[in-house]
């Protein structure tokens, strides 16, 4: 995996959690996160965002209920933190003071 392609992940899976930190009851779903995703300049596309919220459950970030081709996710206590900047995880870019 290039640098660039680990570096877009990161970021997307930082934009994915903090739009779940921010949603009502933690909760959105995959196609409005590809939306978001897209929206805030983190081109990403249905499989990216799936993988990664494959590998942000693993973590321990999110957890979900994929009902074919509909997934609903919601943000763990861990994630939120993690969205937050009040804990690291390599795989997710750091969110800069303020934001």
Known sequence: MSDYIKTLSRHRRLTILRFLAD???YTS???????????????????QIVTDLE???EQGFVSYDGKGD?????????????????????????????L
């Open 23 to 25: 949603s009502p009851e």
């Open 55 to 57: 590998w942000l459950r």
């Open 29 to 47: 779903n995959a196609s409005i996160l590809e939306e978001v995703c897209n929206k805030f300049g983190v081109t990403s596309n249905r499989d």
């Open 70 to 98: 509909f997934v609903v996710v919601t943000a763990t206590a861990r994630g939120v933190e993690i969205a937050e900047g009040k804990t690291r995880h390599d795989g997710v870019q750091r969110p800069r003071p303020g």
